[in-house]
């Protein structure tokens, strides 16, 4: 016969892995394929069966999208997961015109139960703007650097001689939106830690997104 002692061990350890059992068995949480060229890295997931589908983004023809909550796809340009952020492309404005191409939708608009929201570190302008906006604390003057995006940048071209403004998208603003509306301003687009005084064609464009990490 076993000793007693020998014997309560062996019953330790088999309550053990049977608790352990379904930890052993459960298949882990990976990181998606890429789409195309572009990594798609843990908790992005771009299928039911990878990454965590609260971080859901869209492999379209081999390039990765973000959907926005008004149905809108906005490309990504870049991802960062050490800081939990990813780069959108901002909407096209189009041509001959200053309507952004999102303006139908209102903008860019983020679900706000989503883990993502729009980052301190994007540099908004706002373009073809009612002078209702000169009532908010914008730099509206002719000095603001929307003056040059309409001047030497030809997507702006359509833009000269409406009103346009610009500002730091902080966190004391909406960290969901970047809203449009026929009758408040009709065309935007944003740069990514824009430093003041550097050239524009140094600029960097993107609307720079940051994600809470997974609980």
């Known amino acids: 016969m076993y000793p007693w002692n020998w014997i309560k061990l062996m019953m330790i350890i088999l309550l053990l892995m ?5 930890l052993i068995n459960a298949s882990p949480l990976s990181a998606c394929s890429n789409c195309g060229d572009f990594g ?22 081999d390039s990765l999208e973000f959907l926005s909550r ?6 990504i340009l870049k991802i960062d997961p050490s800081a939990n952020k990813l780069v959108i492309k901002p909407p ?8 952004s ?29 009612s002078h209702n906006i000169l009532q908010s604390p914008l730099n509206c003057s002719s000095n603001s650097i929307c003056r040059q995006f309409e001047e030497k940048v030809e997507e702006g071209s359509g ?6 403004c610009h500002f730091l998208k902080d966190s004391a603003m909406n960290s969901h939106k970047i809203r449009l509306k026929v009758g408040s301003c009709t065309a935007y687009t944003s740069l990514v830690d824009f430093k003041p005084n550097e050239s524009f064609k140094t600029w960097n464009y993107g609307i720079e997104l940051q994600w809470l990490p997974p609980n």
């Open 18 to 22: 049977a608790g352990l059992s379904p």
């Open 40 to 61: 798609v890295p843990y908790p992005l997931s771009t299928n039911d069966d990878c990454g965590d589908k609260r971080y859901k983004l869209y492999c379209n023809n």
């Open 70 to 75: 008004t149905g809108t796809y906005y490309k």
């Open 92 to 99: 096209i404005i189009l041509k001959n015109t200053c309507y």
């Open 101 to 129: 191409s999102d303006l139908t939708g209102g903008g860019l608009q983020l679900d706000e139960s989503s883990p993502f929201n729009i980052s301190t570190l994007n540099t908004v302008m706002l373009l073809n703007c």
């Open 159 to 164: 833009c000269m001689g409406t009103l346009c």
